[in-house]
């Protein structure tokens, strides 16, 4: 779960709140250099979280949202993050992601599985949508497991 930084110390992932426009998106998952204070977006969420801010619009008003909300990445790590304490490890933290994960890839292909029996093309493409972040956030997690162990 955790990448090196450009300084050489460990980045941790964790969910932030960002700012657009006069919208606070609460629960984006980003990476933190605790020795050099950088940070960089989580990069399965980075096309997802352009969308969902080009489709946010100017809003007229200061309000919260959550990324959990249109962001399957986002709400895994949330789930997790509740779950697991501020002591786990980061092999605890990848197991119980990876664990995390299975079990919603899982119960999304049973509900694509309906979908497609009852032919709902709008559901079906959220559903593809859903499992191609999944699947992207797997890339990621096998990418900092080959990092970490050079």
């Not at 426009?21 to 609460?26: A, D, Y």
């Not at 096309?47 to 809003?59: A, F, I, M, N, Q």
């Not at 990876?98 to 694509?112: E, Q, S, T, V």
């Not at 309906?114 to 990418?143: K, N, Y």
């Amino acid at each position: 779960m955790d990448t090196q930084c450009h300084c050489g110390q460990w980045m941790r992932l964790e969910l932030r709140t960002i700012l657009a426009g006069k919208v606070q998106i609460l629960h984006v998952p980003m990476r933190a250099c605790e020795a050099c204070s950088a940070y960089h977006l989580f990069p399965p969420v980075k096309s997802v979280l352009t969308d969902y801010v080009r489709d946010l619009g100017k809003e007229s008003s200061k309000k919260k949202r959550s990324f959990t909300e249109v962001n399957e990445i986002s709400q895994i790590i949330y789930d997790v993050f509740l779950q697991e304490t501020y002591e786990s490890s980061s092999a605890d933290m990848e197991n119980a992601m990876k664990a995390a994960i299975k079990d919603r890839i899982n119960l999304l292909l049973d509900l694509f599985q309906h979908a497609e029996s009852i032919q709902d093309s709008i559901w079906l493409e959220d559903l593809r949508q859903r499992l191609s972040q999944l699947s992207s956030l797997l890339v990621e997690l096998d990418r900092d497991k080959v990092h970490s162990h050079k």
